[in-house]
């Protein structure tokens, strides 16, 4: 019997459209940018990724897997649109037929000139590959699920972990679907039908965190007892990136059926999509100040577990430019000791202590280069401890196995704070940054982070409390403050008129699509 042909390619990118830099193809490389099957392979088997899942199930099943492209990058601004037409060819060129498709997409990627491209990428591959062949992706919880994006795939299955650690998982999941649908029959086009519900709302369930428990939680569990009904293949929840200005940005509900079955998506939906409305009541968008979270810290004595302060309003998981030294000065300020602050992205500064050296006493400037006027630059009197050249591989749960690479690093000692400053802005998920540079996180008293909940991962066992901090940033959870223009209106917590009434609710079924051209 013939071994069934895969398609298999991840593409992965959280676009904040009010960081006005552009994304290239070199800034994938801190975290991979496999471009051929040799190194996809040779980098990712094993590792904690939607691809390292892909290669497992693949091989288990006995797929004849086609490993186009896998290129993850932090978030950021939009995709320049000559590295962005690289990438997709990857998957658009490679030489077919095929017999289904498995991608690992964000959901929140925005291009230079595309507003939608992960639906448009997958519009076109249905387009070449025809009605019947399956194509199932994976993507981020904090996708913008766009219409396009469900018309043209069979199935979706979203991340039910924030933080992250389930990329792996959500690919097997997947790839149990895929092999699900391998099966069906072809006769009828199309091989599922699907209910997408978007509530009108940019936030939801407490921006879907489940480690600790939040709201996120119960939603999952009803979505997972949805999926044992007959026909039922999957019903997903996501939560929106509310920095990406776009018209369907926001939380949705989608519930997916076998077309050959008589099962009614759309009830379920509905029901997922009120729960994620209600959970708006359990969604916090007030934070702590600065000076709220020194109060915190000044309370701590030696010997104790570190308090971990996320400053997630510069967190560069959410797009932010990772450099606003708003929360440090807070710290400099309050005279903090056996704290440390992780990472500044500042590749002047890190160029300017490599010139100076180890050991070196230096005047510079940390930070504020990208929005000044809201995260001003802050002007210190370092110590060099040490430079380094920047990549360690993550201990996770985050990204477990993967190589990070966060350009050439330095530690300086300003006052009492050890200062992490790289040259690429990526949030701090990992303890093993802080070891590559002689530091145990576990011995400090107060440690910031650029981040907002994938730090609790790894951090969170080792903190007395972690604290998060709105020090200023364009990822502000003060939504009422961003300059939003592209935004489907009403909706919350902009517009007091949003409520029930404008739910968009969207029946896809495969008989009502034209076909694909063949």
Known sequence: ???????IGAILHETNTFNHVLTRLADFEGRYLCLDAATIRARLTGTATEMGGFIQAADAKGWDAELAVAAACGPSGPIAAQDWLRLRGKLLDAPGPFDGVLLALHGAMVTEDESDPEGALLAELRARLGPSVPIVATLDMHANLSRRMVEAADAHFVYETYPH???ADCAARAAGALERLLVQPPESGRLTRKALVRPPMLDAADHGRTDPPGPMNALLARARA??????????ALTIGFPWSDVAEAGPAALVTTLASVDADPAPPARELAQALWNSR??????????????????LGRP????????????????????????????????GLENAAFATLADARAVARARDAGEGARIELTLGGQHTPQQTPPLPVTARVERLHKGAFRAAGPVLRGVGVDMGPM?????????????????????????HALGLDPARLRTIALKSRNHHRAAFGPLA??????????????????????????????LDAAAGPDHFAEQEIRHDDLPLARQ
């Open 281 to 298: 009541h359990d969604t916090q968008l007030d934070f702590a100040t600065p000076e709220q979270a020194m109060a915190r810290a000044r």
């Open 303 to 334: 010997g104790d577990a570190p308090l971990v302060l996320a400053d997630f309003a510069d967190n560069p998981a959410a797009g932010a430019h990772g450099d606003s030294p708003n929360l440090l000065r807070a710290m400099l300020d309050a």
């Open 165 to 167: 650690v389930d990329h």
């Open 410 to 434: 330095a530690l300086l000692r300003v006052g009492g704070v050890s200062v992490i400053v790289a040259s690429r802005a990526l949030a701090v998920t990992d303890v093993n940054l802080f």
């Open 1 to 7: 019997m013939r071994r069934p042909r895969i398609l």
């Open 464 to 493: 007395r409390e972690v604290m998060l901090v709105d020090a200023g940033g364009i990822a502000t959870m003060r939504l009422g403050e961003i300059g939003y223009r592209n935004l489907t209106r009403p909706i919350w917590p």
């Open 226 to 235: 949805m999926r044992d009904a007959p026909g039922v293949v999957s019903a």
